[in-house]
């Protein structure tokens, strides 16, 4: 059997690297820089303790169930959403960079379509997971409520687009084999890079909703009185 260890060490450091550079965009693009000095410590100790105790954790999962088990890669996944939950509620960060922007192959979500986000989505119905995502983020018609589900949708790609690079990490770093890193591989397509395709097919359809509430707006001072229902058909 391949070994991943060897084939793939030329990796290793520029994955990390990658990480490392997310890390720095979420730091650069947060609303720290306006906090006095005193909050800004306790806020990165506060992160800081949440990474390392998040970390010790998925070690002791690991040495647990073993790096190659569906219970290890399960866990690992929900443990590191749980983290970027908590440390994106410490640093609050802006998300404004242009990458979040729809690109123009991506309007129409013909990609995303070819690739089945349609019956990922039914999945996520089906499991039940939309009406945990749902349940007190209700989408309203106006236009501050679409503003903060565009807003959590970039929050939302981006942790899954850091923990796909922690996961991928882990399954070249820490297994022997193809075969070992079966899990690991399987769970981060799972939950993390078709989240991550969902929020990017979703996103267009925001801010359209957005631009037709500011026209409304401008022109009626009624946002939302010709809404049809099912432009609210959305998955966050």
């Avoid at 030329?10 to 979420?26: D, E, S």
């Avoid at 404004?96 to 990609?111: N, V």
């Avoid at 989505?121 to 503003?147: C, D, F, M, Y």
Wanted: aromatic share 16%.
């Amino acid at each position: 059997m391949t070994n991943i260890l060897s084939e793939t060490a030329r990796y290793r450091l520029p994955l990390l690297g990658y990480i490392a550079y997310i890390v720095c965009q979420l730091y650069q693009r947060t609303r720290l820089a306006y906090m006095p000095n005193k909050k800004l410590v306790r806020i990165w100790l506060t992160a800081f303790l949440i990474t390392g105790s998040t970390a010790l954790v998925c070690y002791g999962m690991a040495q647990l169930f073993g790096y190659a088990s569906f219970g290890f890669a399960w866990t690992l996944n929900f443990l590191l959403m749980a983290w970027f939950t908590l440390l994106v509620n410490q640093l609050k960060p802006n998300l404004d960079s242009s990458f979040f922007l729809p690109k123009p192959f991506e309007m129409e979500g013909k990609l995303y379509r070819y690739a089945g986000i349609n019956v990922y989505r039914k999945l996520l119905v089906w499991t039940g997971w939309e009406k945990i995502t749902r349940k007190g983020n209700a989408i309203q018609a106006n236009v501050a409520s679409l503003r903060t589900l565009e807003y959590n949708s970039r929050v939302s790609e981006t942790g899954h687009l850091l923990i796909f690079l922690i996961v991928l990490t882990v399954s070249l770093m820490a297994v022997a084999t193809v075969r070992e890193a079966k899990w690991l591989w399987l769970t981060n397509i799972l939950f993390n890079v078709y989240p991550a395709f969902l929020q990017r097919f979703n996103r267009p359809r925001y801010l359209r909703l957005l631009r037709y509430f500011k026209q409304v707006t401008a022109s009626t001072e009624k946002p939302g009185a010709r809404m049809h229902s099912n432009d609210f058909h959305l998955l966050p």
